[in-house]
């Protein structure tokens, strides 16, 4: 229960409704156990030959306590398992607030699947424990208590006889419970493993059919699929036990109790009335009986849910704002764009090799700056570091010769505009993901903005223009148009840095210098980044780096590049004879 | 007595309420989206048609079903006898017996419920066995435009979710629904034999409950499917702010998004407090109900027992046999759901088995035995989409073992020419020829037994090495795999891995270089020792190491056979007989390299764009 002992606070805030539950459940007990108590009563009235008249009473009373008994039922389920339902929805939101200020590195070792699943399942199963566990252990309390009492008030001796079996059905039903988890858990496995064999098998099916090998792959899935089944039937074998097992436990108390019992009445001990009571209470024990052993398996893995969650919970994210850097060097003052990289060193494990060596480099307020160089040569890394996305351990990062970890998160990335290498855009209006970063919304921004990168005329090609949602209820955009709704969304703020991590990748080159013309005006007095594997997207730059291996390899402008004729010429020339190839 | 089973089954219907396992959820969300009819009697003929090689069974288990009736419903009429004849008549050895005979009928029904459950879950099992693997053969047979058309995830689905909703229904529903109406029936005949006055009295309830409960399942279900909505939709943000994490950061929208969060989140949380106050209503109501059936016994039947005209034992069993009454009633409704999301799934799943293979094998095929590897296309025109042509008047002629190069920037259509030759798609426009026989009239099968395909984008299978190479081909022998290994320059690659040849190739920890993997594939092709191979060499580049060993291995490769080589090295294009360059979709050129290098056309071109060497690091 250790793990479980987190969840206190949350039940701390809910304690009010939390103690109403408490006091309800009581009641509704009350009621419930206080029937068998008058049937027995009307029983034995019946067989001493009441007048008839007398019996409307009971059958009144029977009603009467039924629907007292329901309303505070009504108001158990009302209190308790709501409150499991806010407790599930604040601790969904504190788990998701944690994802979210967790580092970028942090993603990378927890796949988005993984992260669901705890937002899903295990909270779910927290709240499994929250709710019907509370309020079953309640009821099975005061059950116990209530009807075990009154069993006594008729007949002590009976009742020892009758109560024997009960812990034995709880372990029953526990041990069950937890050999039926077990094997749906294995069922489950199977049943991913399947899954993941028709998903290759359907994937590499272009190399299935050029080799022939249908036949064996069928048999391959027969396998899993025997498998599967073979799975299945364990787990039906132990449930389909389950339930003859509880209702003979339970069936055989009662019918001792009908045997000892009715040897009492016939010796005079005992009456009908109490006999059909005491049936009755074995019935209402029943399911507290079973509930114990259900409970038990919740709460373990309720337990166990929570201790995945509390990993999240205790997981502090590195990059964070450093009060007292921030105090020391941050005045309050606008970013104006000055960037400086001071021998930087950088790797994303310690057991990884380097992907920035010894990067030394200034960026000049308002300039433009061009990036080129292969895949894998540390380009994205290199402007990632400047929005803070990960913390470099060697060297240092300058903006405005304020080293980074002296500005706050919030103010270095507002002062960004960033259009990251993969598009991503949410599944949202137009209009909203292109208004993503701005804080007052202003829609002639976002026309403008649409306007510059050359997305709006195809935005008003569509019936509903800015209001069209994207994504998968909605419409895809092509690759081109996804890009500029992209720089769209990165020039709306005004932001002092410009940063174009491969743009233009999926732009033709005439849209391309459009958008690049458009961004002139933009570009003025802003420091820009543009990452490019073309010539022509980077030419006009202040100046280019050529990064090799991690490392600066040339830098200068355009024209000085060309006349060192060096990897920045080679990628020219051969652009240009594409260029060539393709007027053919 | 009081019956157990009523009580407890009772309960039981609450535990969907609390879902233990939430790990199906999001799969059955789209299917419960599409809720039709519960019974379509076309569908469920064919879905029959899978239960008749059980048929012994299934009816064997529809007998259990009415053996479990009998015997459940007996038991509050043993009690009456016992409290009658042997406890008011104070017979201590008549009570004895009858309550063997109790104890004989409850152990009895726990084995036959037994049986019969078990049996169910048999059938069911079974027959969704025979179902998946029919469905899965079936998809095997689709051309490759079914499957760039259709994506995987949707097929995976038909495999999988839509199989085990019928699963479902198929072991809980139909032998199910025969129980409850049977336990209705028998709880009817002892009922009306014993007062028929009083069962009409005690089940006067019965109209109100089956009223409550279609009210109810009717709000609960729309209730759920609000939950579900929300749900969806909560996993949906959450699956997309997850992926797009990097916008949210750089856009530092960390605390709007957590903003947007809590209200979506809480629009779950409302539908679901939504359904908790549909049961804290349901529950209770029903608890009512039963109460005011067992008043009404007391009162009328109480009345009778004074009179004399029944007996205290009628009136005990009557008060257990009207709560018995009520779980079938309500299981029947539970019932409707499953059928109405197997009738979905069942739709859904024969619409795929009724779709044809768009290539299928030729009436009469010719015969295609001794493969000796010439090929030729005779004016080919070929289109993925309507009149979209990627290959234009195609015409080449490949010699038996004639190694040919294919060249041309992306999208001249080199990688159709292949996918052609192995009949992936069928052409528009002219002829492909395999040894003079149209490749039409040979069967599939033995048309790419006889070419080895090697292709661009690596595809290795989650399986060891050795399976990788031979593709479960038995008559692949582990010795030649380990020749075709040696020969391609991996064998001591694998000698080096933890399980060598059986190591997985997928397994955590084992991480295969992209030159190893694909050095794994030129085992493959070269352990099925086609007559004719085709191979798309990567563009990828590897270390040096690996490079030097790619090389070799498809000098190894070619020997001896007809090469088609999607060409990205100048070592591998310097190697073969032919360079055909394509452009557009056409063939712009043929000749040798130095033909084509002296023509500085296209070639020429592509040669220092492509072939040259670039600047050093890229192999």
Redesign the interface.
Known sequence: MTHLRRLIPYLKRYKKKLFIGFIVITFSAIFTNL?PFV?SK??D???D??E?HT??K???L??S???M???F??L???TI??VS??I??DL??DF??H???QD?QY?HFHP?GD??AL???DI??VR?FL??GIMYTAETCINFTMAISLMISFNAELTLIAVVPIPLISYVVYRIGKSINYK?ERV?EQ?SD???K?????????????????E???????KL??EY?KK??DL??V???S??????L???S??IV??IG??K??NGEMS?GE??AF??Y???L??PI??LGWIIN?TQRAEASMKRLIEVFDHKPEIEDDPVLVKEYFKDAPIKGSIEFRNVNFRYDESLPYVLKNISFEINAGETIGIIG?TGSGKSTFVNLI?R?FDIEEGSILVDGIPLRGIP??RI??S?G?V?Q?T?L??DTIENNIA??EKSFNKDKVIEAAKISQIYKDVNSFPKRFDTIL?ERGINLSGGQKQRASIA?AIVSDPAILILDDAFSAVDTYTEEEILNGLKDIMKGRTTILISHRVSTLKNSDRIIVL??GSIAETGSHDRLIQQN??YA?IYQ?QL??E???E? | MKDQQTKNTKEQVKLPEEPVNLIKEPDDLEQEEVLGKAYDSRLMKRLIKYLKPYSKWVFLAIFLTVGVALLSTIRPYLTKIAIDSYIVNKDPIGLRNIILILLGTLVFQGLVQYIMTYLTQWIGQKTIFDLRMELFKHIQKFSMSFFDKNPVGRMVTRLTNDIEVLNEMFSSGIVMVFADIFIIGGILFFMFSLSWQLTLIALSVVIPLIYTTIIFRKKVRIAFRDVRYYLAKMNAFLQEHITGILVVKIFNKDKTTLEDFKKINYDHTKANKKSVLYYSVFFPVVELIGAISGGLIIWYGGGKAIEGAITIGILISFIQYSEMFFRPIRDLSEKYNIMQTAMASSERIFKLLDRKASIRDPKNPAEFTDCKGNIEFRNVWFAYVKENYVLKNISFNIKQGEKVAFVGATGAGKSSIMNLLLRFYDIQKGEILIDGINIKDIKQSDLRKNIGLVVQDIFLFSDSITNNISLNNDNISEEKIKDCAKIIGIDHFIDKLPLKYLQNVKERGVTLSQGQRQLITFARALAYDPRILILDEATSSVDTHSEILIQNAIDKLMEGRTSIIIAHRLSTIQKCDKIIVMHKGEIRETGTHYELIEMGGIYSKLYQLQYKETFAGNG
Not at chain 1, 216 to 222: G, L
Not at chain 1, 243 to 248: A, G, I, Q, R, T
Request: glycine share 6%; proline share 3%.
């Open positions: 029937i049937i009307a029983i009235q019946i067989r030959n009441a008839f019996l409307y009971y059958a009144l029977t009603v306590f039924a629907a008994s329901g309303i039922l009504y158990t389920r009302q398992i709501v339902r806010e599930e929805n969904r939101n998701f607030g994802i979210l200020i970028q993603f988005t992260i669901m937002a899903t399942n779910s199963a499994n709710g019907p749906f489950q049943f399947l899954t993941t028709a998903q290759e098998n359907l994937s590499g099916i272009k190399v299935v059919k050029a080799y022939v090998r249908e064996s792959e069928t048999a391959n899935f027969r699929s025997l089944m299945n039937l039906a074998k449930q389909s036990f339930y003859p097992m509880m209702f003979l339970t069936g055989f009662v019918i009908l045997y009715g040897n009445i016939i009908i006999l059909t049936i009755i074995l019935g209402l029943t399911w079973i509930s919740l292969h929005p996305l998160l919030s990335r507002t960004i960033y990251p993969e991503f949410f599944s993503y970063s994504g969304r090799k291996d060096g990897i080679d051969k004879l594409e060539e190839l393709k053919l």
